[in-house]
């Protein structure tokens, strides 16, 4: 990636002037609020340049010491130089990624939607595995999980579960675990040892603020009625179940695993701004880059994503060709290794994007 000297030169003028107007202390808190978030951005890539410069001016140096007349001098020159082209390459490709344009949902909260998908039982226990696996994830990151809606399987597992997850850049670690993850594996049920292939549908969006999302009561149409649990038998014997249909898109959110109607209907209201808010950020996407998406950052919930084998103890991600051999491990929440690759991955290819 080739970076402007212009441009480095404007974003440090400006942090420079950002800080000015907040040391002066005369700021309104509104004004205040903006100036140190946009402050708290360019700061990254104003450090970042300044690391590359003083590299830069290093290996000017070190160069120039290779020349001497001192063998020993000479010598320990050129081991620097070595060195210092290491750090001044991690250094420049440091500062290509804070110049690249960031997802303004990176750092907001999630909600993780799993579904059982083909295989019947064992569909809706793999799906039970997966929300475990991203619990434990969770839990090692300090994230938060609260359950929103869960309908559980006979057999157990879930039909289909949907969580919040909060905490510090959820979506940004987890937007690339949307998608159909499969499994291949024996069913406790299974005499015969024959090995079963069911999948489950992951889908991961950046949870919706108020004013990301003004929805109209008039748009809305919102039915209560009384929640029953598995079997049809009754959770309890007052309408607290909330169904609410937004009647523009036709979206419908159903709630009922709480025993309060308020609670349902706050939670249901969540849920349909996510995914009113996700939908807005799919048409933005679309119109930006047409009909091309990355191999990554695709989102697509029909694309299988991931194979999950037991047999071999071994979990594959389709996208970026990357198989480990760890299975029980990453079911436990040991993700960091797939995640970071994705991560790595996606960084990758935007910044192809941008070189060409």
Same mark, same amino acid.
């Given at each position: 990636?080739?970076?402007?000297? =212009?441009?480095? !030169? ?7 002037? +950002? ?9 309104? #808190? ?12 360019? =700061? ?10 003083? +590299? ?38 440091? +500062?290509?990624?804070? %110049? +690249? ?23 809706? %226990?793999? !799906? ?76 991961? %969006? ?61 939670? !249901? %209201? ?26 990554? #950052?695709? #989102? ?51 910044? !192809?994007?941008?070189?060409?």
């Amino acid at each position: 990636m080739t970076i402007a000297p =212009e441009r480095i !030169a404007q974003i440090e003028a400006r942090r420079d002037e +950002l800080a000015a107007q907040m040391a002066t202390g005369d700021l309104p #808190g509104d004004r205040f609020v903006a100036v140190s978030k946009e402050y708290a951005e360019l =700061e990254p890539v104003a450090a970042a340049a300044g690391e590359v410069r003083r +590299l830069r001016a290093e290996s000017e140096s070190l160069s120039f010491m290779t020349q001497d007349a001192d063998d020993d001098l000479r010598q320990m020159a050129v081991e620097e130089l070595h060195a210092n082209r290491q750090q001044l390459e991690a250094a420049e490709r440091a +500062l290509s990624l804070a %110049l +690249l344009p960031r997802d303004a949902a990176d750092e907001r909260a999630a909600m993780l939607e799993i579904r059982a998908g083909t295989g019947g039982d064992e569909a809706a %226990l793999f !799906a039970g595995d997966l929300f475990r696996m991203y619990q434990r994830y969770a839990d090692t990151r300090g994230w938060r999980v609260e359950l929103i809606s869960a309908s559980v399987s006979d057999a157990g597992g879930y039909k289909e579960v949907v969580a919040s997850v909060t905490g510090a850049g959820v979506f940004a670690r987890l937007k690339f675990e949307s998608g159909v993850h499969r499994v291949q594996r024996v069913p406790a049920t299974e005499s015969g040892g024959r090995i079963h292939t069911s999948a489950a549908t992951v889908a991961v %969006l950046p949870e919706a603020e108020d004013v990301d999302v003004q929805i109209d009561d008039k748009d809305l149409r919102i039915d209560v009625y009384r929640s029953s649990g598995p079997g049809g038998q009754s959770v309890n014997t007052t309408d607290s179940a909330v169904r609410i249909t937004h009647l523009p898109t036709g979206l419908v959110v159903i709630q009922q695993d709480e025993k309060s109607q308020h609670k349902n209907k706050a939670k !249901a %209201l969540k849920v349909l701004r996510t995914r009113l808010y996700e939908a807005e950020r799919q048409r933005l996407a679309d119109e930006r880059a047409g009909t091309r998406r990355s191999m990554v #950052g695709s #989102g697509d919930r029909s694309e299988r994503i991931r194979t999950y084998n037991f047999p071999q103890g071994r979990v594959t991600d389709h996208r970026i060709n990357l198989t480990l051999h760890r299975l029980p491990e990453i079911l436990e929440g040991e993700m960091e290794e797939l995640i970071g690759a994705l991560i790595a991955q996606d960084e990758a290819e935007r910044l !192809a994007t941008l070189d060409g």
